[in-house]
């Protein structure tokens, strides 16, 4: 089994509580999108892209906290083994 880092593992989309939000881009804006996509080095999909540039501007602006979100464990993944 290949050990996957964290980076890994909180891309794609959002589990659990999260919106739907469908946006209309005009080609500027979408050909910016395309250029982060192609600067970042991670091969991020447009959504992912858009989560993660609104991310570092809402986390810059203090409107959030930094960093992805820490979703923890599921609630059918919870026992008494993984207490505490």
């Known amino acids: 089994m290949s050990e996957q880092t964290d980076d890994r593992r909180s891309r794609g989309r959002p589990r659990g509580h999260a919106t739907l939000v469908g946006v209309r881009m005009p ?3 979408l050909a910016a999108l395309d250029r982060f996509i192609g ?3 991670r091969a991020l999909s447009r959504p992912e892209a ?5 991310r570092e501007w809402a986390t810059a602006r ?3 906290r930094h960093g992805p979100l820490d979703e923890g464990r599921r609630l059918e993944d919870l026992t008494s083994d993984n207490d505490g």
Request: proline share 7%; no cysteine.
């Open 27 to 29: 080609p500027d804006l």
């Open 62 to 64: 203090g409107m959030v």
């Open 39 to 41: 600067e970042d080095g």
């Open 50 to 54: 858009l989560r993660t540039a609104f």
